[in-house]
């Protein structure tokens, strides 16, 4: 990429890809994992402008695909079978300024959480899900800093879904 002094980079992926890959690729923001089943409809023209006031023509580089399983009972048949219902996300990062986004795919409601202070800074969509969506800085280690943002669905359900450096 350097060589080619190429903006964006896509690495596709038919096996699959470990989860050190996936975090490589991730803290690098231009450079994304592409599973093979994701290569259909892989149109970068198509992806939208960034939410940052101040960001100028950035787009979102989708990175991720973070799915919950809800079960659905009805409300006029609450004895009914419950069933089982897929919520899919998109989530990814501006490729100028970094900042991270979300959408959701069922209201189609896209957003941005922020990390600028400690105060709570949980996001959720007009779905009402029982989950929420947190931006932090994180350091691991050895001291390295890195962005990180999480799906949070209670205590013990807290998810990673994607990061950079900073
Ligand atoms: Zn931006
Ligand atoms: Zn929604």
């Known amino acids: 990429m350097e060589d080619v002094e190429a903006s964006h980079g896509y690495i596709v992926c038919p096996n699959g890809y470990t989860p050190a890959a996936e975090r490589r690729a991730q803290e690098s923001v231009s450079i994304r994992l592409l599973p093979l089943d994701r290569l259909e409809d892989f149109e970068p023209s198509t992806w939208p402008r960034c939410l940052a006031p101040r960001c100028r023509n950035g787009r979102i580089f989708w ?3 973070p799915a919950l399983d809800l079960m659905l009972v009805s409300v006029d048949r609450p004895h009914s079978t419950p069933k089982r219902v897929t ?5 990814g990062k501006c490729d100028r300024c970094g900042r991270f986004h979300v959408k959701c795919m069922a209201c189609h409601e896209m957003f941005s959480p922020t990390y600028e202070s400690d105060d709570d800074h949980r996001v ?3 779905c009402q899900h029982p989950w929420f969506w947190l931006a932090s800085i994180e350091e691991d ?9 999480r799906l949070i669905a209670g205590i013990d359900k807290i998810w990673t879904v994607d990061r950079r450096s900073c």
Do not use: I, Q
């Open 124 to 126: 959720t969509c007009r």
């Open 63 to 65: 990175d991720g695909y």
């Open 87 to 91: 919520f899919v996300h998109y989530v």
């Open 141 to 149: 280690d050895r001291g390295g800093k890195s962005a990180e943002l």
